[in-house]
């Protein structure tokens, strides 16, 4: 059970904690982004009839891509990830302080079960803006690979942006259309709270603490803390994001959801294919969180605001 200041002896502070989780956000992805549009396109491509693929390693993809594309061709996507990650981070981090906030005791103490409950709340509410975000991140960081098929196959190439995509996805399927692994999302994203949030906060509490009387630790720690769980998480609920990439995605082949892409990938490509792109999820998602993580509790928020910074439950 994790020991914690009594909740009585203070208020929750909602705006500056928003405040710090779209800075942590817009901070993290501008900082990994090129790493995620690699992780996209590996778990997207399939292997040929022949054990044909595009690309062979992370290198390879960043190699192929850079020159393809140019260098700002890695931030394929990222204008409309950096838009809605902003909304997206302070849900996460916000919900989760919150909710460790109110389920921890009179006396100051929150049992590991209420503090995984507490993450995967945070996961539930932000696949309100998870999902669409992700869902246009993807098709747009994609859409160089299905670009150079169409080249290499004589096909016309066809402009996407992430506005004409959104509007596409109205006019076809309506505001829900927007929501496309929506389910797979979710299992994902409260897999994953439910894991790193704990984990996070137990190794935060075991650092150095700053000398101001704020009882937080110093912020080379808590980017530690943030590493450390984001590689352990990310790594666990990696089959689930290949599945949710896969169903978002969706460029090669059609699934009915999550038990017909997970039965089609398996028989087709084996175990191996849900681990595809691993490496480098772990890669995206220990710096971004750990990054996040470190600019969320700097207090950027409360200083703006001119609140003091005292210790999060």
């Not at 292997?47 to 960043?62: L, V």
């Not at 990222?78 to 909710?99: M, Q, R």
């Not at 859409?143 to 596409?168: F, I, M, N, S």
């Amino acid at each position: 059970m994790e020991q914690v200041e009594n909740k009585k002896a203070k208020q929750f502070n909602v705006f500056p904690k928003i405040i710090n989780g779209g800075v942590a956000g817009i901070v993290g992805v501008t900082c990994v982004f090129p790493l995620d549009l690699v992780k996209t396109r590996l778990q997207n491509q399939t292997i040929g009839p022949n054990g044909e693929r595009m690309y062979t390693s992370i290198a390879d993809c960043f190699r192929k891509t850079i020159a393809a594309e140019g260098y700002f061709g890695m931030y394929r996507g990222s204008a409309v990830n950096i838009l809605l990650i902003t909304p997206e981070k302070a849900i996460k981090l916000t919900a989760n302080d919150y909710f460790r906030h109110h389920l921890a005791t009179d006396e100051g103490v929150l049992p590991l079960s209420l503090a995984a409950l507490a993450g995967g709340l945070a996961g539930l509410f932000q696949i309100v803006v998870t999902t669409p975000m992700e869902l246009l991140k993807i098709q747009m960081q994609d859409a160089g690979r299905v670009a150079a098929d169409d080249r290499a196959a004589g096909r016309e190439v066809k402009k996407l942006t992430a506005w004409g995509l959104t509007k596409t996805l109205i006019r076809e399927r309506g505001i829900f259309g927007l929501y496309k692994g929506v389910g797979a999302t979710g299992v994902r994203d409260v897999t994953f709270s439910c894991v790193y949030f704990p984990l996070m906060a137990y190794i935060n509490d075991q650092g150095p603490r700053k000398s101001d009387g704020s009882g937080e630790a110093v912020f080379y720690w808590s980017l530690v803390a943030g590493l450390l769980s984001g590689m352990t998480s990310a790594f666990m609920v990696t089959p689930i994001d290949v599945v949710k990439t896969r169903l978002q995605g969706d460029s090669e082949k059609k699934f009915k959801g999550i038990v017909d892409c997970v039965n089609k990938t398996l028989k087709e490509e084996g175990v191996k294919a849900f681990f595809k792109g691993g490496l480098c999820r772990v890669m995206v998602l220990a710096p971004l969180f750990g990054i996040a993580q470190m600019f969320y509790f700097l207090g950027v928020g409360e200083m703006i605001l001119g609140i003091e910074q005292k210790k999060s439950v």
